[in-house]
């Protein structure tokens, strides 16, 4: 009996460069406890991860819901965008023709080109903008950058946040800090990076220059490849 129990025991011998040796004895029941140990571990990494993968899909939901619900308030303080006159180089879509649907057909097949100022859809809209007072030359400024269309497709692009003196036309303050080319920034992808797929908050605290009155908040949105897909200005009053 005694025999058979050694036969089953296996000796583990570390030889150290010093000479010395350490020694260990592995018997079944410790086989069978590093087992034991192994499979509980394994059941907690299984457990650990699916917990994971459930608050993550969560998060998700809750996350889409929130933007459901966020995309749907209106502020009744929210000032109208300044019309089209008021931006340099922005101008007003002609009004839609008139007469007989005939008519209107024929001059379509004979190629007649499309009326100036026409141009596409932005991709994005500013929603939910505002200019609040928080102490004594400081101010919150926010505003949403909204996808027109939801497709679940990721946009990538930079926004411009210029800010004008009344007193002193020309003269902007910029979020973020910015080098400007005739009122517009040199390289837009210095501007803020953003990517949306659906809609994105934009708030930031800044601080007025001496003598600095603010008239009117210009935000400039950029795609990817630098090129200006929307341009928005809203006044500021009673700065």
Known sequence: ???????????????????SNRTWQITPARIRGAI?????????????????????????????????????????????????????????RPA?????????????????????????????????????PIEEGAWRLRVQLTKRTWDGELLRGYTAILIEDAARPGRFLTHPPLTLREGRPADPDEGEPFAIRRLKPIEFEFDLPQDFRMREVRILVYDRSGSLILEQAFPVEDT
Do not use: C, H, N
């Not at 005694?2 to 150290?16: A, P, V, Y």
């Not at 457990?47 to 502020?75: H, K, P």
């Not at 209107?104 to 100036?116: L, R, Y």
């Not at 500013?126 to 609040?132: A, H, K």
């Open 36 to 92: 034991i140990a192994g499979i509980v571990v394994l059941v907690v990494v299984g457990v650990s991860l699916a917990a994971a993968l459930f608050f993550w899909r969560r998060y998700v939901r809750l996350e889409e819901q929130y933007q459901l619900v966020s995309s749907r308030e209106i502020l009744a303080v929210t000032p109208q965008p300044v019309p089209a006159d008021r931006v340099p180089g922005a101008v007003e």
């Open 96 to 132: 839609p023709m008139e007469g007989p649907p005939e008519q209107i057909a024929a001059s379509e097949e004979e190629g007649e080109p499309a009326p100036a100022g026409e141009v596409e859809e932005a991709p994005v809209r500013l929603e939910q903008f505002g200019v609040e």
């Open 1 to 19: 009996m005694g025999k058979e129990r050694r036969s089953r025991m296996f000796t583990l011998i570390l030889l150290r460069p010093d000479g």
